[in-house]
């Protein structure tokens, strides 16, 4: 399934997060809750985020730094989770913290994985989008 979307959702006092219904029979077999190198969190099915992981170390040299850093980062924040029987997911607080998430917040789809964005950093993020989409699709089959 492809997550598509953007849907408006408040935290809990135990910060949990609800998975919009639509998408949690794809978290069935669990979550992976993720540092993203963007201030968000990015909500991964464990088989996708395991192979995103491998894709992107496949070509290191695995005695290098540049393989130990991108391990640190994305192995070392992230963090399995199982939805509850109310298809929620508990955010933990380093999470929280990266992306400075309290307790308005938008699930967004972007294809392969959910993000969870702070709602007003996420309005800001969208209006830039917005400004510079046009720019981005010309530059689309042109190398740069």
Known sequence: MAFRGHFEHSLDAKNR??????FRASFSNGTVLAKDP???????????????????LGELNPMGSEYRKLSRFYQGNSFEIELDASGRVTLPVPLLTH????????????GDHLEVWGAERWRSVQE?????????????????
């Open 128 to 144: 830039a989008l917005d400004a510079e989409i046009g720019e981005v699709t010309e530059r689309l089959g042109n190398p740069s």
């Open 99 to 110: 992306a400075a998430i309290e307790k308005e917040v938008v699930v967004v789809g972007v």
């Open 17 to 22: 997060l609800s998975i919009p219904a639509r």
């Open 38 to 56: 963007e201030p968000c969190v990015a909500i991964w099915t464990p088989d996708t985020h395991e192979a995103i992981i491998e894709r992107a």
